[in-house]
């Protein structure tokens, strides 16, 4: 796999005869592969390169930065792409003068050199200033290039389309395991460890702290089962999302995972990690003891179950 970034030094005779799947993919959920192993099998049929076109940030944190929230940090989402099977990886700079352009605009200065043999996108594909290219535009383009447009139905689960819209809903009401369903795989997230109170070490239990930024926290608050990926390595891990009741005064973070059966210092150093159940609400503890009951309960679970 090869990955590049549309600027000047872009040879743009990679597009031509290729097969392309175009989008966002933020979270890149069972929808999103679809499309990808659509694209991957029009390119395996023609002898052709398969390419993931996408953006360098989510055009959202441009037109909507007030409600953003997204399922996988630009970083994260583009590396998922690289890891997906397709030949190349095609990221776009969503800058104000690539974003301004019309949609006819928009496709010669994508496309200035020839045009891909097939284009994957779902039926709800938009582009171009204002969002006014839609798919009935991509097709009258490919039709005068010689671009065969494959607009596809999004992908259903329980009668509803599968969306990034729809997962993060999930997530936000705590129901891991319909979210894990629709995206295929745990929903992820990776942070730099950061120096917490300590408190998690006094009471036994350790803690890998994270501040999270608002567009990038999904999750409902509670307690879950989680795997935290450090370098190479899975470790089981109890995680808390939000600000417990108990320490909202003097808390600095809002992300705490105990990380079993490790004790190495991780602040400033990145870790990923994955959710896979959701064990409980946040509580407000009455006593130290009670807290630590529980916390050590929560531990137990996630030791003996993942």
């Known amino acids: 796999m090869s990955l590049h970034v549309v600027d000047n030094s872009f040879d743009y005779s990679l597009f031509n005869g290729s097969s392309c799947a175009f989008g966002v993919f933020d979270g890149l959920h069972k929808g999103h592969r679809y499309l990808l192993d659509s694209a991957i099998a029009s390119a395996r049929e023609n002898g052709a390169r398969s390419i993931a076109i996408t953006f360098d940030i989510d055009p959202d944190e441009v037109f909507h930065p007030d409600r953003l929230k997204k399922l996988m940090r630009n970083a994260d ?14 990221v776009l700079p969503f800058t104000p003068e690539f974003y301004s352009r019309n949609p006819e605009e928009f496709l010669c200065a994508t496309f200035p050199n020839g045009a891909p043999a097939h ?17 009935d535009t991509l097709q009258a383009w490919g039709d005068r290039v010689g671009c065969e447009v494959c607009a596809h139905k999004l992908v259903s689960a329980d009668g509803k389309p599968i ?37 998690g070490a006094d009471f036994g239990f ?25 370098g190479d390595t899975r470790y089981k891990a109890a995680v808390s999302v939000g600000v417990s009741p108990t320490f909202e005064a003097q808390s600095t973070a809002n992300i705490e995972a105990h990380i079993i059966d490790f004790s190495a210092d ?13 064990l409980r609400p946040m509580i407000k503890f009455e006593t130290t003891e009670e807290l630590i009951s529980t916390v050590k309960s929560n531990i137990d679970w996630v030791r003996n179950n993942l």
């Open 266 to 278: 991780l602040i400033d150093q990145p870790i990923t990690l994955e959710f896979v159940a959701y």
């Open 77 to 90: 989402r583009i590396e998922a792409l690289a890891a997906s099977g397709v030949d190349d990886v095609a």
């Open 163 to 199: 969306t990034a819209t729809r997962i993060r809903l999930l997530l936000l009401d705590c129901k891991i395991d319909e979210a894990m369903r629709l995206l295929g795989h745990p929903y992820a997230l990776r942070e730099t460890v950061r120096k917490g109170r300590g408190d």
């Open 119 to 135: 284009m994957h996108v779902g039926e709800d594909f938009r582009f171009g200033a204002r969002a006014a290219g839609t798919v």
């Open 206 to 230: 350790a803690t890998a702290n994270l501040q999270v930024k608002p567009h990038d926290r999904v999750l409902g608050e509670g307690v879950y089962a989680a795997y935290a990926i450090v």
